[in-house]
């Protein structure tokens, strides 16, 4: 029957199919962590210091309650982050002026120039990948990464997707 070809088809997919799918999921999470974690290397920084800069900088403003519900981390892991983060002059957390005692958190300007260079190493690799694979092939991407999350996780991606208009 050769390569699959259309949607129906993909009822049909073979455990072997499935595997190749989990190992290039594997590997494409590799290469798309690879050039940031170079950068944070050299910083003694990691990945979840990378998410913090990241969501920090989608929303601003954003509370310690909303990043953990976002990366489903502790709050004892998730205060370790912020303070080096805070103490690095990279984060800055406000009072609450609705709630004093909730913190904001927003990027300083040496934080968004962080999560800047650290996006934009990953936003080149995405670009080149969307580009070679074709405006069908990344709306199916983007529909498979969705149909793949919990939902009360998709509800919260849709949230901050929806916040960009």
Known sequence: MGEMQ???NLLFLTDEQLRQGIEAMFFAYR???ADPDRIL???AYGRAHHRALHFIARIPGT????LLAILGV???SLNRVLRTLIEDGLVESRVGTSDRRERNLHLTEAG????RKLSDAQRARMRAAYRAAGPQAVAGFRQVLE???EPELRRLYHAIRESDT
């Open 6 to 8: 259309g949607g129906e």
């Open 74 to 76: 502790t709050k004892q």
């Open 147 to 149: 149909a793949m999350m």
């Open 31 to 33: 290469g798309f962590t």
């Open 41 to 43: 290397a050299t910083m």
């Open 112 to 115: 968004a120039a962080l999560e």
């Open 63 to 66: 509370t310690v309650n909303n």
